[in-house]
């Protein structure tokens, strides 16, 4: 597998050979407490199909608060005494076996791990007396440093839906020194970002100035205030660095963890991820409740009380759901025009706003391109003459099926569009094109790059 990097307008990501990585996540933080060998590579399987290319997971498991935690073979992390941090890595089937067996067989379908170290827990548990300090973080993270230092499909997220204060600064640095060491030299590093709690960013947690952040993240969250995720890129713009959403609203999660509330859908799912890549996030997480904690049966809650969001088919079902299944159309979108040249461009539109009810009307651009995105199929009112041409090639894009269509040619002017159909999950981009025969070459270039 190739190894990523940060593009040099500090805005994307990309493959070492120069072609552009789009993020597109899952999230299956009990990937490694909670599957089988089989069930693992039939999960990769799936979300390789569907074009997911990163699996968000957590070492040392997000729900089971103990470290006798073990995984589904009965291995634990550590040997006992755990305060001498010693790595259960014991023959086949051990914690860590499994561990590099996952990471090995998601190589062959192209997925990218983004490993949290540990859960917020471990952080914050008054009775953790082993995971505190920095010279615990740096043990730990040399461990992984050294490891996985020739495994080229990982990216560390530190963090772990955590809410930094000021005791946890020095063990997040000892983690990032360790697994600096520990990997070596610049051949063998990683990119790394930071997973914050809900409603926040890894800058508002940490700082916009740490330097084992390779990129940033927000959590938008799960409750009726995480509408319009990209409202979070504030705080990271400006830092130099590319950034993301993720963990937005997760599809079949129940808003605010109240059962009565409304069931987050696949039409909250599409309007978050093209809100925030036409905002200029460097790729979009998916989630599903049922899936990242690996729910096997109708109301298992594993710990979630009667929040109502853990209940639902199992995840095996859950895979197929329709917010999962649409996602990769945006992939598609978004690596089909020149990539690295786009950005937010919502002076386009001359009648957005950020009303619940209407829906928010994005708009992103490359030189010579733009993408408009209406929630609801609202009419798009679009100044067309900031797209340099001799005229303008309008086309509707189906975030729900992939197709797209071309409307008409018209000079660079004001204009109108009203899309096929209009209400509730009825979402639609628009694609304005100019002079679009001047780059027809490149483009045909970009999706070679898509293809490999």
């Given amino acids: 597998m190739r190894k990523l990097k940060v593009h040099e307008n500090g805005s994307y990501l990309m493959y070492d050979d120069g072609s552009p990585f789009f993020y597109m996540g899952d999230t299956a933080w009990e990937l490694f407490d909670r599957l089988s060998r089989e069930e693992a590579e039939y999960y990769f399987s799936v979300r390789a199909k569907q074009g997911f290319n990163v699996i968000q997971c957590s070492l040392f498991g997000s729900l089971n608060y103990t470290l006798d935690a073990c995984n589904k073979y009965g291995r634990k992390c550590l040997k006992e005494p755990y305060e001498d941090l010693v790595f259960d890595t014991d023959g086949p089937n051990s914690y860590w076996d499994f561990v590099d067996w996952c990471i090995q067989c998601g190589q062959k379908y192209g997925l990218y791990f983004a490993i949290i170290p540990m859960w917020n827990y471990r952080y914050n548990s008054p009775d953790n007396t082993i995971f505190t300090g920095y010279e615990a973080g740096y043990t730990y993270g040399k461990f992984l440093g050294e490891r996985y230092r020739d495994y080229e499909n990982i990216i560390w997220m530190h963090g772990g839906d955590v809410r930094v204060s000021g005791h946890m600064h020095p063990i997040f640095q000892g983690l990032a020194d360790g697994i600096h060491d520990g990997e070596g030299d610049m051949e063998h590093r990683h990119l790394a970002t930071f997973h914050p709690g809900g409603l926040s960013t890894s800058v508002g947690q940490l700082g916009g100035d740490k330097d084992y952040v390779d990129f940033h993240s927000s959590q938008s969250s799960h409750t009726v205030n995480s509408y319009h995720p990209y409202r979070f890129f504030d705080e990271m713009k400006g830092t130099g660095k590319p950034f993301l959403d993720t963990e937005p609203q997760y599809e079949d999660h129940v808003a605010n963890y109240i059962r009565i509330f409304k069931r987050f859908d696949e039409t909250d799912v599409r309007r978050n991820a093209y809100e925030c890549v036409l905002a200029g996030a460097c790729g979009h997480t998916y989630g599903n409740p049922i899936i990242c904690f690996f729910i096997y049966e109708l109301n298992e809650t594993n710990g979630f009380g009667d929040a109502g969001d853990l209940t639902g088919p199992g995840w095996m079902d859950a895979l197929y759901h329709p917010g999962a299944e649409s996602l990769k159309h945006l992939v598609k979108l978004r690596l089909s025009r020149p990539y690295f040249d786009f950005r937010p461009a919502q002076e386009m539109v001359l009648n957005s706003d950020d009303d619940l009810l209407f829906g928010h009307i994005a708009a992103g651009r490359g030189d010579k391109y733009a993408f408009i995105y209406t929630p609801y199929g609202r009419e798009i009112q679009v100044d067309c003459s900031c797209l340099d041409g001799e005229f303008i090639r309008a086309s509707w894009f189906n975030p729900r099926t992939g197709e797209e269509t071309v409307i008409c040619d018209i000079s660079p002017r004001k204009a109108v569009f009203v899309p096929e159909t ?23 270039e970009w999706e070679k790059a898509d293809k490999n």
């Fill in 422 to 444: 209009r209400g509730q999950g009825q979402d639609w981009v628009l694609i304005l094109e100019a002079d679009r025969h001047e780059w027809n070459m490149e483009e045909q």
